[in-house]
């Protein structure tokens, strides 16, 4: 979260369920690139089965939240007209592209990609900017206590290029494990047709 953001979402005129919309649901997902969001993904989110405040978040009450956003400027319709909401943006979030470079820091424990992200996956050559809380965490455990420092744009870049060396390395081993699977297979079906008699030793 940049400085911007937090101090929008520090405003005592902003509701708890703003707050945690933002933070947990649309800025995670606006990392990865995926901005199209529905009311009923919201009311997902939103609702709680909690045995001390349950909450049931309806269409309405959904609504409600994200124009508590937009009217504090965290978040923006790109198709004003399409059915509830569609696109979103996250002005405060793309903002930090337009800065000028951050000082390089140390790698700390609430390291999160930000806007530039989606940029250093296509530059990588990183076709799936999906990635998972693990995969994150494990990316920040790496390199935290080691003594490189690197700006936002190149920890962005060294994440894109552990997510690629990881998917090709799983990609490859799926491929070996198939290619095994198959020779097995394949001989197995030519000894049971008889066309192969093991020699005895």
């Known amino acids: ?16 369920e703003a707050r945690s919309l933002y933070l947990l649901y649309l800025r995670p997902r606006a990392e990865q690139g995926q901005l199209m969001i529905s ?3 919201i009311s997902s989110y939103l609702s709680t089965s909690s045995s001390v405040m349950p909450v049931s978040a309806s269409p309405a009450f959904c609504e409600q939240v994200l124009n508590e956003l937009i009217s504090h400027g965290l978040i923006t319709c790109q198709d004003p007209d399409a059915a509830p909401f569609g696109t979103l943006t996250l002005p405060l979030f793309e903002g930090e592209l337009k800065e000028v470079p951050s000082v390089p820091f140390m790698m ?67 491929n070996r494990a198939r290619h095994l699977t198959r020779r097995d297979t394949e001989g197995q079906a030519v000894a049971e047709s008889g066309d192969f008699i093991p020699m005895p030793h």
């Not at 979260?1 to 708890?16: D, I």
């Not at 992200?117 to 920040?140: K, N, P, Q, Y």
């Open 1 to 16: 979260m940049n400085s911007a953001e937090q101090s929008f979402l520090l405003r005592e005129s902003l509701s708890h």
């Open 39 to 41: 009311l009923a993904e």
């Open 108 to 174: 700390h424990e609430g390291w999160r990609p930000g806007a530039g992200f989606i940029h250093a996956a296509r530059i990588s050559g990183l076709a799936d900017t999906t990635f998972t809380e693990t995969e994150l965490s494990s990316f920040v455990a790496y390199w935290q206590g080691k003594p490189e420092k690197r700006n936002q744009i190149a920890w962005e870049r060294a994440f894109c290029q552990r997510l690629l060396r990881q998917r090709s390395a799983r990609v490859r081993a799926e």
